[in-house]
Structures are given as C-alpha cells and as structure tokens.
C-alpha cells in the first residue's frame, strides 16, 4: 500500500460510509485512521476542547487486533474510531461524568454500549467533554472547562452531548456516541451543524443504572449527515440481556432505509409545540426548510399534538430521576457538585407519590396523543433548539423573545415535551442565520420509527443541500 497509507489528512472530510468502504476495500487500516485524527486533534482540539481525554495506545491495540481478521470481516464499522462521550464508562479510560467527583474514576469494565460496538468494529480512541452528569445544555465542567462552538468559538456547543458535536463537526471523528435526555442528542446537533438522534426507548441497549425502568434517557448516534448516522445506529442496536429493555435488532438495516428513497406524504410543521417561545430568526429558518418538503411532493400543515402538560411533568420526572440517582452524592459530595445538580436532586427529593402519580399520568396522556396525531402525519417537524448559539460563558438560556425562564432547563422544552412521547427524534442542517450560524431541524417520527425518520430526513437532505458543510476549521469570534 506504500503511498496511500500516509495518513491523508484529506479523510477527515470523507464520510463515514466513505471510509468504511475504504477500510473494507482494504485501501486504509484502521491504524492509518489513528494516525489521521491524532494529527487534527493536535491541529484544532486545543480551540474547541471537544476530546479532553484520548486513548491511542487502547485504540491501537485494539485496531491491531481487528487487523488480524480479513479486511471485510471486521464488523459493520470495520475499525472506524468512534469517541465515546464521558458519560459513559470505557474500560482502563479515565471517565469522569464531569464531576470533580470523578476526576481521577478509571472503570474496570465498559458499559454494554462500548462493548457492542466494539464487536462491531468500532475503535474507541477518546472522550467527548459533557457538562457535570450531562446536566444542562451547555457543554462546561470543572474538570476540563468548556467546549466551544467551531462556527464561533466565544460561543456555546450547546450539550449535553456537546464534545461529540464538535469533534464531528472539526473533522475529529466521523462518527461520535452521544446521549440524550433532555435534547442532548439534537442541541448539540443543532448549534454545530451536524445530525443528532434519539432514538426509541430500548433501541440501543446499555449498562442500567440505579434502575432498570429509567426512559428518560437514551444513547444515540451523532454524523456529519443522514446516511452516516444510520450507519452507527445499525452499530449500536439490538438486544442485549443485561438490559431488558434492549430491543433486537431489525431485518433491514436502518442505513438501506435511509437509502431507500422512501418519501413521506403529509408533514406537520409546529413552530413551538404550543409549549415555547422561540427565535424569530430560528422559526424563520426552520418554517422555510420545512416547507420545501412540499418538492418531495409532501403535503406540509402546521400542526402539533398536545403536550400542554410537557413542562410540568418533565419538570418531575427529572427531578426523581436525579433523585434516585445521585441523592448520595448530595449527601456525601454536595461541596463538588454544581448549584444545578443540587436544585436538580433537591427538587427530586422534595417530591411527593402525588406529584409522581400525575406525571406519570401525563405522560401516559401526551404519549397516547402523540400516537393518535401520526394517524394523521408521517413527520412532525419544529425547531430543534428555539435559539441560535449563545455566549459560552452563560449557563443556560435565561429568556427567549421576551419570555423570562423558571428555570435552567425550561428552555429546552421544544426537545423535552419529545422525548415525553416516547418518540425518535434528529436534529437535521436546515439553514444559516443571517450570522452564519448554523440551525437544527427537529424531526419526529412515531414510537419505533427510526426507518421512516431516517428515509425523510434522507429526502430533506437531498432537497436543502445543506450536507457537505462540515468539517470546518474553529472560527474565531467576528
């Protein structure tokens, strides 16, 4: 191979089906991939600080073994480097949740998510920066500092999922895992100009913790565009007997559906859910993208189901799952958790079987809602975040179009009231603000309908031509 295995910077801005060909092909190892992103990390990590912790040495060994199998038979990512978000526990890597807590934690076993895909041909190589337990939209922690937005870095990644973001969206990685509770999948996604989603509950299976029921939240795949996210959700479904909530994996892959040409035939487009103020700008943006829908020959209404009750019940649902998980680190550790964390154990704490009983309750309703408006509407689309990206010294968005927060999370109903409903949702490129930042489409399929999600988002893509403009060198502030 001589000449083409100098690592070519050039294959940062392939696809990941690009270079999963490659890698099957036999044309590029895994070894020359390595070799390829320790040089853009060093180039650009140091403007963004997206991947804080890296394990080449892992990564090689790993790749090294793979290499012993013919090329071809190495899985369906066939030794693609995939960074892991630091949420989630890799073997021998330090993983801190980003809580000084966890400042020094180096797990002695991976989360069942990392050893699905790595026998299924991922090489884990770094850790994606996440906001203290992934709590808040914006991607800061005491133990690494904050991740910074490429399109402009005085500005927010937005998170929890936001180093995954960003080294997808700098050529750092061509896929990323993420995870999503509150939106943490499709924020990031929609401040840095890449695709995030959430899939259905059950989708990917990983380690439970401190329950087995949690739903809230899911794990997730994070790519520069539609087909390449479909190709890691195929690496990280299917079932797993250590959660039972795991679902098997699928006959068809999720990447021949999005391949499939597939078109939907009547949207709705809701500029708020009803539920949130929103950026003029953004539903600007967001209401033209969704409209062109219409040349795929899709009928396109404004329309959204009711989830009145989204912030309320969210509101308790969130504060019991802190709760439950981290009440002994209020107990123990209050002195190095973030004033958010506190409130958000202190209001779980303070909950009462009433308050449980009516969200769950609300929950059950809205869901059912939900189910009853896609009788109607293949795809439910809205703004993925109701702001463009923010200074990253603020914590949160405190008020939108003149509408002053409660609280830190409120701002993030648009995505929150989505994942209530049980539903599989992305985050698509739709457009620039007149800044040139990038915003997010959310799109929104049914229960267990990432294949239809992903064939509309597909057709989208194709129709707004937005796919292609990353990877990106970090921009300074204008």
């Known amino acids: 191979m001589g000449e083409t295995r100098v690592a070519d910077q050039d294959l940062v801005k392939e696809t990941a089906c690009a270079v999963v060909g490659k890698l099957n092909a036999g044309e590029i190892t895994p070894l020359d991939l390595l070799d390829v992103l320790e040089k853009r990390i060093t180039e650009v990590d140091g403007k963004v600080n997206a991947l804080p912790t890296l394990c080449f040495d ?64 991922g090489v884990i190589y770094a850790k994606s920066n996440t906001p203290e337990f992934g709590a808040g939209a914006n991607t800061f922690n005491e133990v690494f500092g904050a991740t910074r937005n490429p399109w402009d870095t005085s500005l927010s990644a937005a998170g929890s999922s936001g180093g995954a973001a960003v080294a997808l969206a700098t050529g750092m990685a061509w896929l990323a895992h993420g995870s999503d509770m509150g939106g943490s999948l499709r924020n990031p996604a929609s401040f840095c100009g890449i695709v995030g989603l959430r899939p259905s509950i059950g989708r990917v299976a990983h380690t439970p913790k401190f329950g087995i029921n949690r739903t809230l939240g899911v794990q997730g795949p994070m790519a520069r565009n539609v087909e390449d996210l479909a190709l890691l959700l195929d690496a990280m479904s299917g079932e797993h007997a250590a959660d039972p909530l795991s679902l098997p994996a699928l006959p068809n892959s999720f990447l021949s559906a999005a391949r499939s040409g597939g078109r939907p035939k009547r949207i709705a487009y809701s500029p708020d859910l009803g539920i949130t103020p929103v950026d003029p700008e953004v539903k600007a943006v967001t209401r033209k993208a969704a409209e062109r829908f219409a040349e795929a020959g899709a009928i396109v209404e404004e329309a959204h189901p009711d989830l009145s009750e989204a912030h309320e ?45 009516r969200a769950e309750a609300q929950r059950v309703t809205m869901t059912a809602r939900t189910l009853e408006f896609f009788h109607t509407y293949d795809l439910l689309l809205t703004p993925a975040t109701i702001v463009a990206p923010f200074p990253v010294e603020n914590r949160y968005v405190a008020e939108c179009a003149g509408k002053k927060f409660d609280n830190y999370v409120e701002w993030l109903g648009i995505v929150y009231a989505i994942t209530l409903a049980c539903c599989p949702a992305l985050s698509l490129p739709c457009g620039f603000t007149a800044s040139g ?42």
Not at 60 to 66: D, E, W, Y
Not at 82 to 93: E, M, N, R, S, Y
Not at 323 to 336: C, G, H, N, P
Not at 440 to 460: D, I, N, T
């Open 437 to 478: 930042l990038p915003v997010g489409l959310q799109m929104v399929a049914p229960p267990r309908g990432e294949a239809q999600l992903l064939a509309g988002a597909k057709a989208l893509e194709d129709i707004l031509g937005v796919r292609g403009t990353t990877p990106i060198d970090p921009r300074a502030p204008r």
């Open 58 to 121: 892992r990564a090689r060994s790993h790749a090294k073994t793979l290499m012993k199998k013919p090329a071809g038979e190495r899985g369906l990512l066939a030794g693609l480097p995939v960074p892991i978000k630091d949420l989630t526990a890799v073997a021998g890597v330090l993983t801190t949740q980003g809580s000084p807590i966890y400042r020094d934690n180096i797990p002695a076993r991976s989360d069942i998510l990392v050893e699905h895909l790595e026998n299924n041909g």
């Open 313 to 357: 019940c969210f509101h308790v649902l969130r504060a019991f799952d802190f709760a439950i998980s981290k009440a002994e680190l209020l107990r123990t550790k209050r002195d190095q958790l973030k004033p958010e964390v506190i409130w958000n154990i202190e209001e779980g704490l303070k909950l009462t079987v009433e308050q449980l009983e």
